[in-house]
Every structure is written in structure tokens, then in C-alpha cells.
């Protein structure tokens, strides 16, 4: 068997902030945004120089057809992507990833200034100062900066004035940070999977900040805009009438939806190729689709819960996103009522579920034709 996992323990903290910054390492658009705060930015950094473990960083080793799923962020600094040749994404990780990297290199992210986040030699440790007066903070950002590391350790030498007698102390606490910092080992995990399926699937087993990941994280994280927010189109579908009358309409529905009236296949490969423009373009559609599937129940006296016939939901809607009716017309509604109930006697959904859904998809457009 093809071994797909290898684990690197070369790499120091120095060179995930190089390979990151020189754009080696890019961030999926399944991702979830950067979001830590400078309060745990510092446990963070405190964790690094008291040498305690930080973790893994988890990367896959993507093929060059995937660069469209590169989430390229201008503000932060890194360098675009090559056009060839494969790409290096970071799974888990990120978030202390980028913590690394805006406070080490005191960058202003969200309109929050990690540069601010200092490191204390006399109190040896990484804090957020509350005043101005407080002594002996200096910026983080200038362990890695080569020419100002330098001039903080000449001043800690020599200003015995501003820093007090034990200078030569703080000044080795100093030195000491920065090796520390720089030496710090990084344990590197990479995938190789070529399947996009095989990676979600990776992706989701992994815990971040304790909270387990699943596939409708992943797609609305890629579908985000101004102008579309997939959970609150949820939310808005799912009123109290609706509740009343069918029960919570799953997630699962509406990402199986939107998937299959944009690529006629509801794979997990075509799920994360959501777009924002394309869930906007196709949202009003889907949404008159789903309408109409609720009628469809209402039809065949279906209500109160309807939660056994979520699998079966995206492909009724397919019918009216792709005929654009809203009512199944005389000639098909008795093979739409068959397929239903031996669907759902037969337990089609229960097993291979994109695989059923495809192959119905593909009847459906067959009776829509005639």
C-alpha cells in the first residue's frame, strides 16, 4: 500500500514563518477565518518560551488542479502562490499559524494590532502592556527582526539608567528569548491524498479549539460573502411555520441542494467548489425549489416531521430547479410518486448517498425530456 502520511521534525519555528511568508504554505477557502484574540496570542507565545508543546501543523500536499481553492490574503504580507506544480495547505493549524506570524512580525490584522504584544525581560514574559510607562516591554516582533534584535540587546547592555543594574541579566533573557524562539521545534504532518473526498474526510476528524469540524463548516467558510451568508439563508428557510409544519430542515439539505443544481453531482469534490457568486446567483431558485418540495409533502400528506426524507429532499427540489415549475405537471407525478415511496421503503438513501443522488439526478433530467 502507497504510504499518504509522512511526519517532519526539521523545521523550527523560523522556517514555518519563512515558508509561510515566502508562500509555500497557502490557506484553503474551506478554512475558517483568522480569529484568535492578542490575549491568546500571548498563552500562545508564553507556551513557545516556557518550551511546552504547541501541537502539529497538518498540511496537504494538493495537486496543482486544486489552486482555485487557495484563499489568498493580500493584507497579511505572503507571497502569491506559483502557477505550477503542487500546492502546500495548511488543515490544521492555522489559527496558531497566523497567530505566529502577525505577532512576529507585528502585523495589523482585522483591525487589531498584534505589533503591540510585547515581551518583558524582566518579568520574562509575552504580555499586552496596559500603559505606556510600564518598562522594559519590547515589541515581540523584534526577536525575528535581524537589526532591531540587535539594537534592543546593545541598549539592554549598555542604558543602565533605563533599565536598571541587572542589565546584563535582561540582556541575556533577551538573547536567550530569541533562541529559544528561533530554535523552537515544529513537528510537520503532510498528506498526499489526491482525493479531495478522502482529505474532507481527514479534515473533519480533526479538532480545532474543541470543536469538531464537519462538511457544512467547511462549505459555508467557502461560501461566505457581503453578499451571501449560507447559515443565514438557513435560518431565514427555517421560519416557526415551517418548523410547525415539517420540523427543522437539516443543513445537509440545503449544501446537497445548492451542490447538485450547480454541478448535477453533490459529491463532497463539487460541494467544497461552491463559490459565494455562484451560491448567490443560484440561491433564489434553490429556495422556490425547496418551497415547492414542502408542497410536494403537503401533496402526499407528508407533515409534522420530516426528517426520514431529508436525503431525498435535494433531488425532489433538482425536478423544480430543472423543469422551473413549482408543481410536478400530470405527466410525471405518478413516476415522482413511485420513485418516492419505493425511495423510501427500499431505504435507498442509507447507503452510497452521492452515488444515489447522481444516478437520480441523471433520471430526473430523463423525464424531464421526455
Known amino acids: ?22 508562500g509555500h504554505i497557502k490557506i484553503p477557502k474551506f478554512q475558517r477565518d483568522y480569529i484568535w ?80 504584544i510585547c515581551f518583558n525581560p524582566e518579568k520574562q514574559e509575552f504580555r499586552i502592556p496596559r500603559s505606556k510607562r510600564e518598562k522594559n516591554n519590547i515589541p515581540a516582533w523584534k526577536l525575528f527582526d535581524t537589526e532591531k534584535y540587535g539594537e534592543v540587546y546593545a541598549e539592554l547592555l549598555m542604558d543602565d539608567k533605563k533599565f536598571g543594574k541587572k542589565n546584563n541579566k535582561l540582556a541575556e533573557v533577551w538573547r ?33 479549539g474543541g470543536k469538531h469540524l464537519t462538511v457544512f463548516d467547511l462549505i459555508h467558510a467557502a461560501t461566505w460573502s457581503d453578499k451571501f451568508d449560507l447559515k443565514e439563508k ?19 439539505v440545503f449544501t446537497l441542494s445548492l451542490t447538485l443544481n450547480a454541478f448535477d453531482d453533490a459529491r463532497n469534490l463539487y460541494q467544497l467548489r461552491l463559490s459565494p457568486e455562484l451560491c448567490y446567483r443560484l440561491w433564489p431558485r434553490t429556495k422556490t425549489a425547496l418551497n415547492a418540495t414542502l408542497n410536494f409533502f403537503k401533496h402526499m400528506r407528508v407533515v409534522n416531521d420530516i426528517s426520514v426524507y431529508h436525503n431525498l429532499m435535494p433531488v425532489i427540489q433538482y425536478y423544480f430547479f430543472k423543469s422551473g415549475h413549482t408543481e410536478i405537471s400530470e405527466e410525471h407525478i405518478k413516476h415522482i410518486e413511485k420513485w ?24 430526473i433530467n430523463e423525464l424531464i425530456e421526455g
Open 176 to 208: 536567550e528569548c530569541q533562541e529559544v524562539f528561533s530554535n523552537y521545534p515544529i513537528s510537520i504532518v503532510k498528506t498526499n491524498n489526491e482525493e479531495l473526498d478522502e482529505v474532507v474526510e481527514i479534515f473533519e476528524r480533526i479538532n480545532q
Open 340 to 363: 418516492f415511496w419505493d425511495a423510501k421503503f427500499s431505504k435507498r438513501f442509507s447507503t452510497s448517498l452521492y452515488t444515489r443522488i447522481k444516478e437520480d439526478a441523471n433520471w
Open 234 to 252: 438557513i435560518a431565514e428557510f427555517n421560519t416557526p411555520k415551517v418548523i410547525k409544519q415539517f420540523g427543522k430542515i437539516s443543513n445537509k
Open 37 to 116: 484574540e492578542k490575549t491568546k496570542v500571548v498563552k500562545l507565545l508564553n507556551s513557545i518560551y516556557n518550551q511546552f508543546p504547541i501541537g502539529s501543523f497538518f498540511f496537504w500536499i494538493a495537486p496543482s488542479e486544486y489552486s482555485g481553492f487557495i484563499r489568498e490574503n493580500d493584507s497579511l504580507g505572503f507571497k502569491p502562490a506559483a502557477q505550477n506544480g503542487s500546492f502546500q495547505f495548511i488543515l490544521d493549524g492555522q489559527q496558531r499559524m497566523i497567530s505566529l506570524y502577525v505577532s512576529l512580525r507585528g502585523k495589523v490584522f482585522d483591525k487589531v494590532d498584534y505589533g503591540s
Open 1 to 22: 500500500m502507497e504510504q499518504k502520511l509522512e511526519i517532519i521534525n526539521n523545521w523550527n519555528l523560523k522556517k514555518l514563518i519563512s515558508e509561510l511568508e515566502a
